[in-house]
């Protein structure tokens, strides 16, 4: 199974505590705060993780630099996207691109 789909089928099938300690080590290791694409606001709301939370709703709006081809996460989850703070999670990309035929 591809990492992606096994890690959330994993997630799932954890119990809260353990899928709060998963998500707490991607947080981690998450490269967003020192991204160029980064703002102090999103930094004052202590937003990161877009690849598994979901788009910045108000603090991020231009797209200048992604890191996430580099940080470790992409690799581990097995993610094929990028730019997450803007255009949305993993899991919303890849059913805008897989359903919908959405190019970014
Ligand atoms: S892939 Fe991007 S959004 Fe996901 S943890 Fe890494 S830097 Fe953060
Ligand atoms: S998702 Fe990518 S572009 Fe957005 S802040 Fe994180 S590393 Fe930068």
């Known amino acids: 199974m591809p990492k992606f789909e096994e890690l959330g089928r994993d997630l799932a099938e954890r119990d809260r505590n353990e899928r709060m300690r998963m998500i707490a080590s991607l947080n981690l ?24 939370n979901g788009k910045s709703f108000i603090c991020i709006e231009a797209e200048r630099e992604c890191l996430c081809p580099d ?34």
Request: positive net charge.
């Open 29 to 52: 290791q998450c490269r967003c705060p020192g991204c160029p694409t980064h703002t102090e606001c999103a930094k004052r709301n202590q937003e990161k993780l877009f690849c598994f």
């Open 71 to 104: 940080c470790p996460v992409h690799d581990e989850m097995g993610l094929r996207y990028a730019f997450f703070c803007t255009r949305g999670s993993e899991k919303a990309q890849r059913y805008e691109h897989d359903v919908w035929g959405i190019q970014h």
